[in-house]
């Protein structure tokens, strides 16, 4: 396990820090620890006896098990790379995972995903995550609704992330950013202001920057939007900002 920490330090920095060398050099360390701890959480590898861990063939690297772990990592490092708008550091690491790895590297499943066209209908979570991400990193306008869309999609995949606590705080602050500019200087693009504003302002008094305020921040602004939110999404979001 301290084989797992200490392989995945780099990589949460990497993201932290939105640095896509520190991403693409870290990348196959990690992959190989993961590959190996669920091998053996399977049943069809044992740790070695000196500690080390084996490194991945290139059959291995097209397994789907370590194919959804560099998906992930990938997705991870995209929100980043959105949430500051950073495009040359998303293409810096298709562009060095290509040369490392060749065209079907792990992890290019995520990377299409930022990739798709604006006109691209969304059926998946990873498709709206994806766009909205191309939007972000391309400098993309979003009115009020749809930063609120974004936000809760990025919430939903951060959370299923291997990064949500590298993703949280990130997140939480942009959401803070955009909000505060809605309801400063974008009032006459919401729904009743005067009446819809009070509960998102009361809701950026909250200091800390983790889940509970992201979530808490989408519910005070449903009815500024006019959003209609599915009873999976409502559950969501009230269990999320619960806070114990």
Not at 134 to 155: C, Q, S, Y
Not at 186 to 209: F, G, H
Request: net charge negative; hydrophobic share 40%; glycine share 6%.
């Amino acid at each position: 396990m301290n084989e797992v920490l200490r392989r995945k330090a780099p990589m949460n920095l990497a993201i932290v820090e939105v640095d896509p060398s520190l991403f693409s050099e870290s990348l196959t360390g990690w992959l190989e620890v993961t590959a190996h701890v669920m091998a053996q959480r399977a049943g069809t590898a044992k740790p070695n006896p000196d500690g080390s861990i084996p490194a991945l063939s290139k059959g291995e690297l097209n397994n789907s098990g370590v194919q959804t772990i560099a998906n992930d990592s990938v997705f991870a490092f995209g929100i980043a790379a959105a949430l500051k708008g950073d495009k040359a550091a998303f293409s810096k690491i298709e562009k060095d995972l290509t040369a490392l790895y060749g065209e079907n590297y792990p992890g290019s499943f995520a990377v299409w995903h930022f990739k798709q066209e604006p006109d691209a209908k969304p059926e998946t979570i990873d498709d709206h995550v994806g766009m909205i991400g191309r939007t972000l990193m391309e400098d993309g306008h979003f009115e009020p609704k749809d930063i609120w869309n974004a936000g809760v999609r990025m919430l939903e995949k951060a959370r299923k992330s291997n990064f949500v606590v590298e993703l949280t705080a990130p997140l939480a602050q942009w959401h803070r950013d955009q909000w505060t500019t809605i309801t400063t200087q974008l009032k006459t693009q919401l729904v009743d202001p005067d009446v819809n504003v009070p509960p998102i302002k009361e809701a950026l008094a909250e200091t800390r920057n983790d889940q509970s305020f992201i979530a808490a921040l989408l519910l005070s602004a449903v009815a500024a939007v006019d959003q209609e939110l599915t009873e999976d999404y409502q559950g969501l979001l009230k269990s999320v900002s619960r806070r114990v």
